[in-house]
């Protein structure tokens, strides 16, 4: 059983570029959720995506966006970078519409550094 | 909204001995409750979770927890860490009616030493 990968693993842009993150779940697993962790925080919760469609949204900005695909990988995009968006995104997978009390399984993230 | 809050953000303590990370949560309705570890360079891991019945929760790794309603809080403890177990430690919630969208608190930083 594969379990969540991302890439790239790391990532380094300048201010007011666009980047995408990419995502692939466990198998089986048709709901992704995205997370920003900087650092010395705990990760914060972006958006989910079931099925396709987004399922839930956290405070960010609409210059952060996703996507999900048929076969339930998933990218996040953000546009316009800005240097507070330097952290570590994580990116999770779960089954059955991300019911609350199933498991999210975690992939390694993909570190962005914003000059 | 609910929040997290991990009231230590550091830890040291010595190989073999019992540690405790402390985990308080502030929400006006039923929640459910994780702990995931994480090691460097590494996603995060469910160490264990609470969702109801019995308030003493046992994890992976000899980790356990309990929740503790009236004092809205949700502590984890091993009677014997190992270096091994130097890591991050994250406590979260969830609500039940918005699914599994995680609140994190900021993190305990649990430091093994010789």
């Known amino acids: 059983e594969t379990g969540v990968t991302q890439s790239p693993t790391h990532l380094i842009k300048t201010r007011g570029q666009q980047v995408t993150l990419r995502c692939s779940s466990q198998?089986?697993?048709?709901?992704v959720s995205w997370y920003q962790q900087a650092l010395g925080q705990g990760p914060q919760f972006i958006f989910q995506?079931?099925?396709?469609?987004?399922?839930g949204r956290g405070n960010f900005p609409p210059r952060f966006s996703g996507l999900q695909f048929p076969n339930y990988s998933s990218e996040l995009n953000v546009n316009a970078l800005e240097l507070d968006d330097s952290a570590l995104y994580l990116c999770?997978?779960?089954?059955?519409?991300?019911?609350?009390?199933?498991?999210?399984?975690f992939g390694p993230g993909t570190r962005l550094t914003v000059l | 909204a609910q929040s997290v809050t991990q009231l230590d953000s550091q830890v040291p303590v010595f190989e073999e001995a019992p540690v405790e990370l402390r985990c308080n949560y502030s929400?006006?309705?039923?929640?459910?409750l994780f702990w995931y570890v994480q090691y460097p360079n590494q996603g995060l891991q469910l160490l264990l979770k609470?969702?109801?019945?019995?308030?003493l929760v046992k994890g992976i790794n000899g980790f356990e927890a309990e929740f503790n309603k009236s004092q809205t809080s949700f502590h984890l403890r091993k009677p014997s860490v190992h270096i091994s177990d130097t890591a991050e430690y994250f406590c979260?919630?969830?609500?039940?009616?918005?699914?599994?969208?995680?609140?994190f608190g900021a993190g305990t930083i649990l430091r093994v030493k010789s």
């Open positions: 999770a997978s779960s089954e059955d519409r991300g019911l609350s009390y199933n498991e999210q399984f």
């Open positions: 198998s089986g697993h048709n709901t």
């Open positions: 995506y079931y099925r396709e469609e987004e399922n």
């Open positions: 929400s006006s309705v039923s929640v459910y």
């Open positions: 609470y969702l109801s019945g019995s308030t």
């Open positions: 979260a919630v969830s609500r039940m009616e918005y699914g599994n969208k995680l609140v």
